[in-house]
């Protein structure tokens, strides 16, 4: 199972937003409302941010959005801060497999 | 608030078995709404999902197709932890293992801080 294809870094300034893009198939994001989002800071626990497309969990700043769009998912993060700085990855439901598929990655550089 | 904490050693010598534990609070091994997860990240292979383990009214294990062989994953309800053993290791199993659950839904709500398991004589 080929992984969801991620631009492997976006950058921004504080206060700007950017946009991460996800895409995958019909057999995944685009067949399925099962996309999550998690962003990484080097050496802590990844963390849920986005699921099921465009839900935040409880505790998610609401600067965090997820949309949809065919085959491609997005993850926009308005009012960049420093700490925003960080890897994020996208998930997805597939039909092909038990283990769902992943993205590459993207690094966010806040500049 | 469920936390994951792992454990096991950093090296492992090649061909020998790697392993791993993930001691849960917050929750329970034998949830009937949960799955615990184990997914591994290297730089040549990115996320990949190794298998999981789950109760609901019995034991049920899944694992990565291309893993399946060398794979174990298994529940110790007296401890409320799961384990991750991947026997005959070879430097390409060098990465960082993460336990994670799985509640309702198609997504990780819950991750240990990753484990760097380094393959290497």
């Known amino acids: 199972q080929s992984a969801l294809t991620q631009p492997a870094s976006v950058s921004g300034s504080p206060g700007q937003s950017i946009t991460i893009s996800c895409t995958g198939t019909?057999?995944?994001?685009?067949?399925?409302?099962?996309v999550s989002w998690y962003q990484h800071h080097p050496g802590k626990a990844p963390k849920l941010m986005i699921y099921?497309?465009?839900n935040r969990p409880s505790g998610i700043s609401n600067r965090f959005s997820g949309s949809k769009s065919g085959n491609t998912a997005s993850l926009t993060i308005s009012g960049l801060q420093a700490e925003d700085e960080a890897d994020y990855y996208c998930?997805?439901?597939?039909?092909?497999?038990?283990?769902?598929?992943f993205g590459g990655g993207t690094k966010l550089t806040v500049l | 608030q469920v936390q994951l904490q792992q454990s096991g050693p950093g090296l492992v010598k090649p061909s020998q078995t790697l392993s791993l534990t993930c001691a849960i609070s917050?929750?329970?091994?034998?949830?009937?709404?949960?799955?615990w997860n184990w997914i591994r990240q290297s730089p040549s292979r990115g996320l990949e999902w190794l298998g999981r383990?789950?109760?609901?009214?019995?034991?049920?294990?899944d694992y990565a197709i291309s893993l399946k062989s060398r794979i174990t994953i298994y529940p110790d309800t007296s401890k409320n932890q799961f384990s991750l053993q991947l026997n005959s290791v070879t430097p390409e199993d060098t990465a960082v293992y993460y336990c994670?659950?799985?509640?309702?839904?198609?997504?990780?709500?819950?991750w240990g801080l990753g484990t760097l398991v380094t393959v290497s004589s």
């Open positions: 994670a659950r799985k509640s309702f839904g198609y997504f990780f709500d819950y």
């Open positions: 917050g929750d329970s091994v034998s949830s009937n709404s949960a799955a």
């Open positions: 383990t789950y109760y609901r009214s019995s034991w049920y294990k």
């Open positions: 019909s057999s995944d994001v685009g067949g399925y409302n099962y």
């Open positions: 099921d497309v465009t």
């Open positions: 998930y997805s439901y597939t039909s092909i497999s038990t283990s769902g598929v």
